[in-house]
Structures are given as C-alpha cells and as structure tokens.
C-alpha cells in the first residue's frame, strides 16, 4: 500500500515550457486535491476532482489544467510554465463522507521555472 | 469570508515543557476542524480532527487539541515537548460554502522549533 504517490520528485523548466504531474492514490479515494505550497502562504487549492472524470477548479486555478481518466489518478499540466509558478505541489486525496475525513498527502514536486 | 488563522510564524519551546501552536477560524455553521504536520522534505500528516462531540481531541504522537467554540479557536498542544516534534504544522477547516463537493481551507503554518 503505497498510499499516495507523486512524479515526479523535482523539476526545473523554462519559461513558456509544459510538462505534467502525476499523482497516483492506490486507496480508491474518490476525492483528490493538488496544493501549491509558497512560504508564507500555506497550502493554496489548485484544482481537485470529485470523482473519475470530473473536476474543478479551486483558489489558484489559472496557468493550470488537470484531468482524472482514471479514479486513480489525477494530473495536474502547466502548458507554458512562467516563474510565478515555481513552487512545491503536494498532491492529495480522501474519502467523501460529508468532509469530515482527513486527507493523505504525497511527498511533493518541487518546480523550479527560470 | 471562510478563513484559517495561524498568529505566530514560529514557536520556541525547550524539551520536556508543554507546548501550544495556536489557530482561530471564521466559518459559518459549524466548524470541521484539522491540524496537520509537515517534516522536512515530506507531504503533510494527519495529527487529529474535531468533527464534534468531546472539545479535546486526541490524536498522533501525543498530540491533543482543544475546541473551543466561543473563542473560535483550535489549538494544538502537547505536555512535553521532543526535539523530534520540531516541524511545521497546519491547522486547517472544511470550507463549508461547498456543499456536497469539500474543500478545505488551510492556514499559513506554525513553525516549532523544540529546543534540547
């Protein structure tokens, strides 16, 4: 049971490049989350989805896009990455269950965007 | 507005003394409340939640907190404090203006530092 899993660990782009995280939960959580993590700030909600093939956008959501095929998975693509970007983003799900059940969290991706 | 208070950036406390990182709230209706804790180079952890019922919660690594509705408050304590507890935590609150899709609002962190 590996919990929740993120690929990858770190990566540094260039400005105006794309690429995307993935986020893997081997717990059938219906409910998964992506975070960006800024000090000072906390954790800000980028985008997260309810369920296999549905999903929504949260406090952050511009310069980013997610998909969720697969309950299992969830996504998070930068088309063309821009220094207000670099950052650490924490993945994670949870049980629906009327909110009152804790997330789990992967270990993070720090992006680097020059 | 729905929001999440963490006053101090950081708290200093030597082993062995009890310790308390602060959080307030604002939310309408009541309060589903989290305190999470971050190590180094790690994703956040699940200490313990107040969903309802007894004010003091008890949770992970000895770890308690006490809800108190008047003073819209959720802080986080421990009797004595362990250089291992050094890390950062985050109190968090369901958004309760989503209803039937949850989110959660999270403060800026607290910052412990147990000082042996």
């Known amino acids: 049971n590996a919990g929740v899993t993120q690929t990858p660990k770190f990566r540094v782009l260039k400005t105006g490049q794309s690429m995307t995280l993935l986020c893997a939960q081997d717990?059938?959580?219906?409910?998964m989350y992506w975070y960006r993590q800024d000090p000072g700030m906390g954790l800000r909600l980028i985008h997260y989805s309810v369920g296999e093939g549905t999903t929504a956008k949260g406090e952050v959501p511009d310069g980013y896009n997610v998909s969720r095929l697969k309950k299992q998975n969830f996504l998070l693509g930068l088309e063309s990455a821009a220094p207000s970007q670099t950052s650490v983003y924490f993945c994670?799900?949870?049980?629906?269950?009327?909110?009152?059940?804790?997330?789990?969290f992967g270990p993070g991706t720090r992006l680097t965007v020059l | 507005a729905q929001s999440v208070a963490q006053p101090e950036d950081q708290v200093n406390v030597a082993e062995g003394n009890p310790l308390t990182v602060k959080c307030t709230y604002s939310v309408s209706g009541n309060p589903y409340l989290f305190w999470y804790v971050q190590y180094p180079n790690r994703g956040l952890q699940f200490l313990l939640k107040?969903?309802?019922?007894?004010?003091l919660v008890k949770g992970s690594y000895g770890f308690e907190a006490e809800f108190n509705k008047s003073q819209t408050s959720f802080h986080l304590k421990k009797p004595s404090a362990l250089v291992s507890d050094s890390a950062l935590y985050f109190c968090a609150v369901r958004d309760p203006t989503t209803s039937g899709t949850y989110k959660y609002i999270f403060g800026t962190g607290t910052r412990l530092k147990v000082l042996a």
């Open positions: 717990m059938n959580h219906e409910y």
């Open positions: 107040y969903i309802t019922g007894d004010n």
């Open positions: 994670a799900s949870s049980w629906v269950a009327g909110g009152y059940n804790e997330q789990f």
